[in-house]
C-alpha cells in the first residue's frame, strides 16, 4: 500500500483510529496528529518520508524542537473487558 492509499484509507476508517505518528530527523518520537493534511503535504513537499506503513509513521527531513507533552495512560478493569485509554 503505498502512503497516498494509507492516508485515504484513513478516511475511511475514520478520525477515531487514524493518527498519523512522527519521528524528528534522528529517529525519536515526536507528538502523534490527525492533521492527514498536514503530513501529505510533508510528503509532497519533499519535507518528510515514510517510515512506517503499519501504524502509519512519517519522518520529518528538517530539524524541529523534540519537545513532546507529557501523556498518561488509563486502564479501565471492566466486568466484561479491559480498555486501554
Keep these: ?4 492509499n494509507q492516508l485515504q484509507q484513513c478516511r475511511i476508517i475514520g478520525e477515531k483510529r ?3 505518528y512522527a519521528l524528528n530527523k534522528n529517529g525519536n518520537p ?3 496528529t490527525k492533521r492527514r493534511g498536514k503530513a501529505r503535504r510533508l ?3 519533499g519535507k518528510a518520508e515514510d517510515a512506517m506503513l ?3 509513521t512519517i ?5 524541529s524542537t523534540e519537545y513532546t507533552q ?3 495512560l488509563g486502564i479501565d478493569a471492566g466486568s466484561k473487558t479491559i480498555c486501554i485509554a
Design 1 to 4: 500500500m503505498t502512503k497516498g
Design 59 to 63: 519522518q520529518l527531513l528538517y530539524d
Design 70 to 72: 507529557p501523556m498518561s
Design 30 to 32: 515526536l507528538m502523534p
Design 43 to 45: 510528503l509532497k513537499d
Design 54 to 56: 503499519e501504524p502509519f
Design 18 to 20: 487514524c493518527m498519523v
